[in-house]
């Protein structure tokens, strides 16, 4: 008997939790994490990430790679998005800033997972869409906007945590001004051909902590060229 997408879409996700955490095993040498949040997973085991990529690339949705999602963007490797979400330490009682909303799939496990997210995309046509799938999954405690994300959203700072799932060659210092002292901020920063994946700690006196994670391989974030002039 033939099984309904949603049943093979559940199978399918429960398989990518499942290679998440083998991956987060075999990648801890390198990110000294060998197993991520309970919390997280869980949420990841629930989230319908098919409906983050367009129609055409549905059934490759739960494959633990990146895929593309229009104007030269992707939605990330699931073991990636997984280890971010983990290193940002999400707490119920949290406000987070999202750089680079993409379809809304980062957004929509942030949804379920802290207070409120704010969630920056410097494309319209893609916050438009992200919207749009986020309304359908019935999350509310998101707030998007289309802007150039360098400059962070001043308005709702400061934050308790910040993701940005774009890489600059250099941490954006409006970001930094926006993260709480005692927060924490996971980002993707460097070279194209040599960029690392950052932990970056905000102490209770200001100072900034930085760790590197992993060499990873993000798309540049836009709008660095107009902030640096």
Known sequence: ??????????KLRQEMVAGIVAHAVFASGETGKAALSARVLEVIGQVPRHEFVPAEIQAYAYADTPLPIGFNKTISQPYIVALMT????PR???????????????AALLSALVRHVY????IDELA???KKRLA????????????????????HAPYDKVIVTAAPELI?????????????????AG??????????????????ATREVLRVRFSRLEGTEEALG
């Open 191 to 208: 070279l194209p051909e040599s960029q690392k994946l950052l932990l970056v700690e905000k102490g209770g006196d200001g100072r900034i």
């Open 172 to 188: 954006p210092p409006p970001l930094l001004q926006q993260l709480k002292p005692g927060g924490r901020m996971v980002l993707p």
């Open 119 to 122: 969630s920056v995309e410097i």
């Open 92 to 106: 119920a009682e949290d406000t987070v800033l999202e750089i680079g909303t993409g379809l809304g799939y980062q």
């Open 86 to 89: 983990d290193l940002l330490d």
């Open 136 to 155: 359908r999954l019935g999350a509310r405690n998101i707030d998007l906007r289309t802007g150039n994300g360098y400059y962070g959203w001043p308005e």
């Open 128 to 130: 438009r869409q992200a």
């Open 1 to 10: 008997m033939e099984m309904n997408p949603d049943d093979l879409f559940d």
